[in-house]
C-alpha cells in the first residue's frame, strides 16, 4: 500500500498560480502511474491529471488542458501539479492518488486517496 500527503493548496486570486505537491511513501511510488482529481463543494469528485509510472506521458481533463502541468521526481517519491491561470471554478479540495485503471480514459479510477488540498480562487 502506499501513502499519499498532499499540500500546497490555498488562496490565490483569479489569473494566478499554484503548485501542488503530492508526497508518497509506502510501497514503490516509481511503479504506479499518479494522478489528480478535485472536489468542489456539491459535486462529485473529477479527473483533473494523469501521469505514467515512467513521467513520459501524461494526459488531461479539458478542464485543465494548457493551463496545468502534471509532473513526478521519482527519487523523490513526490508528484507534482502545476496550476496556471486559475479561475474560481477551480476553486475545489484537490487529492493525488494511484490511478488503478483506465489510466489514458476520460474517467480513470483512483485509488489509495490522500487526504487533500484545499485550493480556493477568489474573482
Known amino acids: 500500500q502506499v501513502q499519499l500527503v498532499e499540500s500546497g493548496g490555498g488562496l490565490v486570486q483569479a489569473g494566478g498560480s499554484l503548485s501542488l505537491s503530492c508526497a508518497a511513501s509506502?510501497?514503490?511510488?516509481?511503479?504506479?502511474?499518479m494522478g489528480w482529481f478535485r472536489q468542489a463543494p456539491g459535486r462529485k469528485r473529477e479527473f483533473v491529471a494523469a501521469?505514467?509510472?515512467?513521467?513520459?506521458?501524461?494526459d488531461y481533463a479539458d478542464s485543465g488542458k494548457d493551463r496545468f502541468t502534471i509532473s513526478r521526481d521519482n527519487a523523490k517519491n513526490t508528484l507534482y501539479l502545476h496550476m496556471n491561470s486559475l479561475k474560481p471554478e477551480d476553486t475545489a479540495v484537490y487529492y493525488c492518488a494511484v490511478i488503478l485503471s483506465g489510466f489514458g480514459s476520460p474517467q480513470p479510477r483512483g485509488g489509495y486517496w490522500g487526504q487533500g488540498t484545499q485550493v480556493t480562487v477568489s474573482s
Open positions: 509506502g510501497r514503490t511510488f516509481s511503479g504506479y502511474n
Open positions: 501521469i505514467a509510472w515512467s513521467g513520459r506521458t501524461s
